[in-house]
């Protein structure tokens, strides 16, 4: 590779990596073309970013950075995966994409400025997504009105239950 190119790429990864939320580093070795493709299709439906990367530069991008914590763990044919906005969004792709593709391999994962092992990804992808949250918040704040409304409501239908009754009692009476 020129030199000039790997200057673009370092360049790219400083740039890519620089406001990153969550990122995973894995290895591609064994695996197949399609299964690649696969993993990519998985990750783009999520805006996920999936690069193959050489190990000497994504190390020089990353120095100086929280992480450069991940510098051992770029060895053989690795790739990441990374979004600037979503924590635990690779980390659930990528163990989904494992228990698919058991020779898939996790080596480490990045969240919150601290390094993961492949325990640490695992236990985050258990973690609901933002969207998840969202929607969980949402079941919450909407729950509270449609309680309070059953509350409010059911005085006034016992009310028409004894009337009802009443009535009912009446006209047996008068037959």
Not at 30 to 57: P, S
Not at 101 to 127: I, N, P, Q, T, W
Request: hydrophobic share 40%; net charge negative; proline share 2%.
């Amino acid at each position: 590779m020129l030199r000039s190119k790997k200057e673009a790429e370092v360049a790219f990864l400083k740039d890519a990596l620089n406001d990153v939320a969550s990122l995973v580093v894995t290895s591609v070795k064994g695996l197949t073309v399609t299964e690649v493709e696969d993993l990519r299709g998985r990750l783009r439906e999520q805006n996920i970013h999936y690069k193959v990367v050489k190990n000497t530069l994504v190390k020089k991008a990353t120095e100086g950075t929280d992480l450069e914590s991940l510098a051992d763990d770029f060895k053989t044919e690795s790739a990441i995966a990374w979004s600037e906005d979503d924590m635990v969004g690779p980390a659930k792709v990528i163990m989904n994409f494992k228990k698919d593709c058991g020779k898939f391999e996790v080596r480490a994962g990045f969240c919150s400025g601290e390094r993961l092992d492949e325990a640490g990804v695992k236990s985050l992808s258990s973690m609901p997504s933002l969207d998840e949250l969202r929607a969980q918040l949402l079941g919450t704040i909407q729950a509270v009105p449609a309680k309070l409304l059953a509350q409010i409501e059911a005085p006034a239908s016992q009310i028409v239950g004894v009337l009802q009754a009443k009535k009912d009692k009446d006209e047996k009476e008068a037959a």
